[in-house]
Nanobody
Framework: QVQLVESGGGLVQPGGSLRLSCAVS????????MGWYRQAPGKERELVAS???????NYTDSVKGRFTISRDNAKNTVTLQMNSLKPEDTAVYYC?????????WGQGTQVTVSS
């Protein structure tokens, strides 16, 4: 059974940075494309960034130039470096396989951007 454990969220002021990490177990991680998703209150979950097994990345327009997704296949982890954070980035952030997600999601990590 796949387990996804996200960490690194917190409260940060606008313009600040956070680094999110996701540990993946129970899957052949290195063969899977992965994504970071987020869900803000009252909104649907959306894909923020994705990375293929080969390391190609893609970002939603609202985070381009500010967020960077990366992966470490030796450690089965995927990371999201978030810079120049804005209040509209406030959400619970999740990692999962992309584009076909695992049924079981992790608990997510809360990111709150506020002064």
């Amino acid at each position: 059974q796949v387990q996804l454990v996200e960490s690194g969220g917190g409260l940060v002021q606008p313009g600040g940075s956070l680094r999110l990490s996701c540990a993946v177990s129970g899957s052949i991680f290195r063969f899977n494309a992965m994504g970071w998703y987020r869900q803000a209150p009252g909104k649907e979950r959306e894909l923020v960034a994705s990375i293929t097994a080969g390391g190609s990345t893609n970002y939603t327009d609202s985070v381009k130039g500010r967020f960077t997704i990366s992966r470490d296949n030796a450690k089965n982890t995927v990371t999201l470096q978030m810079n120049s954070l804005k209040p509209e980035d406030t959400a619970v952030y999740y990692c999962n396989r992309w584009p076909a997600t695992y049924v079981q999601w992790g608990q997510g990590t809360q990111v709150t951007v506020s002064s």
